[in-house]
């Protein structure tokens, strides 16, 4: 069965880091519904390690930029956004579209992490976000 819509997640740079105590996923270990991978001190200090800017935490204006750039997004490529929840640290979206979640997914970091300057602060995210299927009806217009 066709999903509706996806639930995409990804966080800021920086603020969820492999091994984290809040629960990670790696490339193998990323299926919805599986659980997540327990933390690891070492693994964790080894990203903090690497990273080349302090984690980024979203202010009351930059919530406001993000939100405006991932429904901006979804206007321009012809998406419905169901919801959209932008936190300090990450940000939740129900999308419908016409592109593989991965894509619509890297659509939004790439124009959310377009907001910031300068341009030496357009880097990597610390995780791929996760996706997940949506199917029931219940609640979506």
């Known amino acids: 069965m066709e999903a509706l819509a996806y639930l995409l997640t990804f966080s800021t740079y920086g603020t969820h880091l492999p091994g984290s105590e809040k629960g990670w ?4 270990h990323r299926t919805p519904g599986t659980p997540m991978l327990t ?15 302090p984690p980024w935490i979203l202010g009351a204006e930059t919530k406001v930029r993000t939100l405006e ?3 901006g997004v979804c206007k321009h490529r012809g998406w419905i956004a169901h919801a959209v929840h932008v936190r300090r640290t990450h940000v939740h979206a129900v999308v419908s579209g016409d592109l ?3 894509k619509m997914l890297a659509d939004f970091k790439a ?3 377009g907001l910031f300057d300068p341009p030496a602060q357009r880097t990597r995210d610390a995780v791929t976000g996760p996706t997940t299927e949506v199917h029931a009806t219940s609640g979506m217009k």
Do not use: F, G, K, S
Request: net charge negative; glycine share 0%; no cysteine.
């Open 25 to 28: 996923v790696d490339a193998r």
């Open 111 to 113: 124009y959310a992490t």
């Open 39 to 53: 933390a690891n001190h070492e693994r964790e200090a080894y990203w903090r390690l690497r990273m080349l800017e």
């Open 100 to 102: 593989p979640p991965e």
């Open 69 to 71: 750039a991932i429904l």
